[in-house]
């Protein structure tokens, strides 16, 4: 048992290492003995679209060890699915550029701004906004990790659609 979680951190240490290293670290401050970090920071890019007013925000800035930062999507009416679309680039994805029209989809004049890696799917309850925790573990190999989010809801009943704008975040220090 201890060989295996043993191989699985060692596996996951060197993806996180393998995605750093393609990683542009655009914000650098100086930290002990002349080390550079980047500086944790998100901001908004493109245009929403849609039947709903959404926005794509962070709760707070993307530090290592902000163990409550969460992506929020406000916007979006009761009962709506939203959906976060967590990506590792806002230029392309699956070969094509970014961003993608969802004209053919029958949703002319929005677009797609991350590439698809992961998605996260929940329902609107009515508050204010929904919540979607991303914790940042308290680990150095984060430094630098930079991801793109955009988000999307559908009405249950009316067949309303809206994307958001997108979101770049880089966390850092």
Not at 124 to 150: C, H, N, R, S, T
Request: with cysteine.
């Amino acid at each position: 048992m201890k060989k295996l979680v043993h191989a699985r951190r060692t596996l996951v240490r060197a993806a996180v290492a393998s995605a750093l290293a393609a990683v542009a670290l655009p914000a650098l401050a100086t930290a002990g003995e002349g080390a550079q970090v980047p500086i944790a920071h998100t901001e908004s890019f493109g245009q929403g679209c849609g039947d709903r007013a959404l926005r794509t925000a962070a709760n707070s800035r993307p530090h290592v060890g902000n163990s409550n930062f969460a992506v929020v999507v406000t916007g979006a009416e009761p009962r709506d699915a939203v959906v976060l679309v967590l990506g590792t680039s806002n230029t392309e994805w699956r070969g094509g550029r970014l961003p993608l029209d969802l004209g053919a989809l029958g949703h002319g004049g929005c677009q797609l701004l991350v590439s698809i890696d992961s998605v996260t799917m929940t329902t609107a309850d009515g508050g204010p906004y929904v919540g979607f925790a991303l914790p940042i573990p308290d680990e150095k190999e984060f430094l630098g990790l930079q991801l793109y989010a955009q988000s999307f809801a559908v009405g249950p009943y009316d067949g309303a659609f809206a994307a958001s704008n997108g979101l770049d975040i880089l966390v850092g220090a």
